[in-house]
């Protein structure tokens, strides 16, 4: 199984792993960590550095983050450089739900493919989806 | 001299801001000025990683900029970025001319007081701006290409 850390501004993290576990229930290896007011950059990269080296593989770790750049990516990207671990930016719940379903199974990198294609397709505006609907509703 | 942008963003070189401002310049360079970042090759990497393609990518000391600058041909067209105002003046103390500086997102932190909406300074930086502002330099906040300016001279601490 391929082990999760969710890094982020604030608690989005935290939320958003709540919110994956109010749809799919209770998940294992799913670490949180957030970046707060205060923190700096490199005591942020410590601490994720700890989460990954308490894992089997690290390897194995995919770290999920919010925003390009930010500082729980940049932490997130130093140790996919220094660890071989695996990092994301953009993480949405369309996503996270995704890779918890397929992450028993999945090798990293298929993961990684398939975990941004639905973090994409699971962005939706709505005035594409009325017009759409309206054009079949016109057309019946 | 062919610095097009005097950026100031705590992020350095990010996704799509970087990418919008390159695009509008014509930028083929981007000059990160940021004593602490040279010292992370790590981040160095990752930095350079998320540079949009086409553009090369220096990141230097405050004493390395400083030749850098002043030494980039007409014929490449670059953008410095640094985190804080205290970085570009140190660049114009040690002689580098700047008629412009545009500032961008800074995030929040202790002492920071929203300025701007993306833009969150202490007093301090305030009154850097303000010093440089009074020395005939013209400085705007601007966040994209094409999201409207707002001149320094309109905003307080």
Known sequence: ?140 | MSISLYRIDDRLVHGQVMTAWVRIYNITKIIVVDDLTTKNTFLCDVMKMAVPSGCNVQILTIAEAVPVIQASGANEKAIVLVKAPATLRALIDLGVVINEINVGNVGAGPGRKAVMRSTQLTKDEFDTLVGMSAKGIHIYFQMLPEAKSMELEKLKF
């Open chain 1, 1 to 140: 199984m391929i082990e999760l850390i969710l890094v982020s501004h604030g608690s989005f993290a935290a939320g958003l792993r709540e919110a994956a576990e109010m749809i799919l229930g209770e998940q294992e290896q799913v670490s949180v960590l957030g970046v707060y007011q205060g923190d700096s950059p490199e005591s942020f990269t410590l601490k994720l550095e700890q989460l990954i080296d308490e894992a089997d593989d690290p390897k194995n770790v995919l770290v999920l983050s919010d925003l390009q750049s930010g500082t729980p990516y940049n932490a997130g990207m130093v140790m996919a450089l220094r660890k071989g671990s695996s990092c994301i930016a953009g993480t949405n719940l369309p996503m996270l739900l995704e890779i918890l379903s397929l992450r028993d199974e999945a090798e990293m990198e298929e993961l990684l493919q398939i975990a941004c294609s639905t973090g994409k397709a699971g962005i939706i505006n709505s005035s594409d989806l009325l017009a759409n609907y309206r054009r079949k509703e016109e057309s019946k």
